[in-house]
Structure formats: C-alpha cells, structure tokens
C-alpha cells in the first residue's frame, strides 16, 4: 500500500498539524509505503528522507496569511502514483493542486478545523471545498465537535471518523535528568509557575492570559515566537506586570519536558476555531500537568476535559480565566488530582500507537470500500 500524506509544510516546521503529519508518517512508515509531499521555505526543491521517510518540498515561491504559495503541488502530484492520497485540510494551494490533477487512487481527508479569519478566501474557495469533500471516500477528524460544529461535515458526517490524536508519551516519561531540570527552571522563575507554549499569533488569545495575569499572583512564562510577540511585550509593560511574564522564545525538543514538568499549570487560552485541538494539552496532560483552556466548539474541550483533567472557560473572557487559573493555584489537592487524572487520560486514550493503528485501519477499510476512487 503507498501513501501519499499532503500538507502545507513538515518537520522541523513547528505546528499542531506539522507534529501530526510526522507521527502518522513515522509510525505507520514499516508497514505501508509512505511518502510527504509538502511546501519548502524557499523556491529550491527538496527530496530527503526523514527517520525513514521519505518527503519531497516543492519550492514555494511566497507565504500568504500562513499558507505557502507552491504551485509546485500541481506536477508533483500529477506525477505520482499511490493507492491513497491523505490530505491534511485547511490547505488551499495542495487541495487545488490534487483536484487539476486528477490523481487516481482512493481520497483520506484530515480535515483539522474550518477555514475562519479568510473570510475572502471562504467565499472563493466555497466550490473547491464542496467537490473536495464530495471527492473524499473518508474524512477523519480529532474530535466529534468538529463533526458537529463545521457547517461543512455535517453534509457528509457519514464519511466522518473520528481518530484522535496520538502523543509519545515515553518522550515525557520523568527521569533524573529531567527532575534536576524542572528543579532549576522552577527555582529560576520562582513558583508558582504558568506556563504557555505555542505561536504567538491572533488566535491563540494571549493578550487574555496577561490580562488575566493582573489578579494571579503567579510567574507566566510564555515559550514560543509569532508576530505578535513585542505587542505582547508591550501589553505586560502597560499593565505593569513585566516582572511576572517572561518571554523565552522557542523552547528545543531536549528541554520541553522539563518545563512542563516545572510547571503547576498549564494554560492554552485560544480565542478561534483555527485551534483544532490543542496538542501541547495532551503534552501537558502526560506530565501530569493539568490544562485550563477554553470552551471552542472543537477538539480542544475534547483533549482538555472540564474538571476531570483541568478547567474549561469562555474564550475570550480574561476574568474567567484569572478565577480557573487562581482556583487551581489555592486548591493543591484538587490540582494534582486533575494532573494525575489527565496523565492516565493521556497515556490510555491518547498514546501514538492508539493512533496508528486507528489511521492505518481507516486506510485498509478506505482501499476495500466501493468509493470514488478516481476524480471525475
């Protein structure tokens, strides 16, 4: 069986989306033929092999509101050959590109969240989107929320199943190591520690966490870059709690662990349905680390479960925050509950195993299945 997973960009492009294409493709690479076509940075093109991957980057020639302008799809694609393709959508420019070229072979669909803030593109895109979806012989979703809220699933939530996302939990297994780390980045901050980790962008809702964080008498370390990171700066100075929030960039895959660890809570405050899931929650969750996040009609109440793994808010609502956030703080039995609750959580609904053998089952049943098969 060859698949072919098509995405805007992978590894090590950093992403909810881009972590998910790269565990599917490495756990099921020993037992399918699997290749990722995706967007290079820059106008070269790419053909290297990752852990046993193989990826092609076709050149990009501009990126426009997050998404790689690749004409490159539409040959690369067109030239290939495989019993399954796997888009992962939103991916406007790579779903054109499969759709002109007619590849034969049976149609996965990922589809990770709507299209929201483009409302132009919506609106243009609408026809491309239907025909993509009535094209698709299965759609897989993280999470039943999507299959509820998306006005376009619901039109075809008989090809919808959901798989849930998978997360590596023996890379967040506590060692030494990783004790004598948290011990020192907890003593570095001072406690108690919050901590965010993500892009600095619109919809993850920062601006509400440090607001919030003007009636939480905690240290907020913000891990991540964006767009939108001096504004953020800017925003703390304003309020006068710059000494409280600290912003250190990236954080690599070597020390990721022992901020979690380090922390007391964690706190994703994502404001639009552009936040699909919410994978850090589940990294969160297997260091037994409990999440307040918010109340979006996606996968995110899904990974983050209210009262039973950390605290559900409105979006968007900076004095709900601050009081889940402070509840947590004051309430130590009910917070490491919740830790130790989300940890078992995680590592028995949610491992990568779990996943691969979910998506691998969707493609076996996909490739026996009377579906389209062929683009007309």
Known sequence: MKVIQVNKWYYPHIGGVEKHVKDVAETLAPKVDMEVLVANNSRGRINETINGVKITRVP????????????GFYSAIKQSSADIYHLHFPNPIGELAYLAAGAPGKLVLTYHCDIIRQKLLRRVYRPFLRKLLKRADTIMVSSPNIIKSS???????????VIPFGIDVKRFQLNDDISVQAKDIRESFRSPLILFLGRLIYYKGINFLIEAMKTVDAQLIIAGEG???????????????????????????????????????????????????????????????????????TGVPYANLDKF?????????????????????????????????????????????????????????????PGPGKQS
């Open 60 to 71: 990009s020639w501009s990126v426009i509101r997050s998404a790689p302008f690749a004409p």
């Open 151 to 161: 006005p376009w699933l619901q039109s075809v939530s008989e090809k919808c199943q």
């Open 227 to 297: 767009s939108l990171e001096h504004e953020l700066q800017q925003q703390a100075l304003e309020l006068g709690i710059s000494d409280r929030i600290h912003f250190i960039g990236s954080v690599s895959e070597k020390d990721l662990s022992a901020y979690y660890y380090a922390s007391d809570l964690f706190v994703l405050p994502s404001t639009e349905e552009s936040e699909a899931f919410g994978f850090v929650q589940l990294e969160a969750h297997t260091c037994g680390v409990p999440v307040v996040s918010t109340n979006l009609p």
């Open 309 to 369: 793994t950390g605290l559900i808010v409105p979006p968007a609502d900076s004095q709900s925050l601050a009081s889940a956030i402070n509840r947590l703080l004051k309430d130590d039995i009910f917070r490491h509950k919740l830790g130790k609750q989300a940890k078992k959580r995680a590592e028995d609904s949610f491992s990568l195993e779990a996943q691969g053998k979910a998506v691998l089952k969707i493609y076996r049943e996909t490739l026996r299945s």
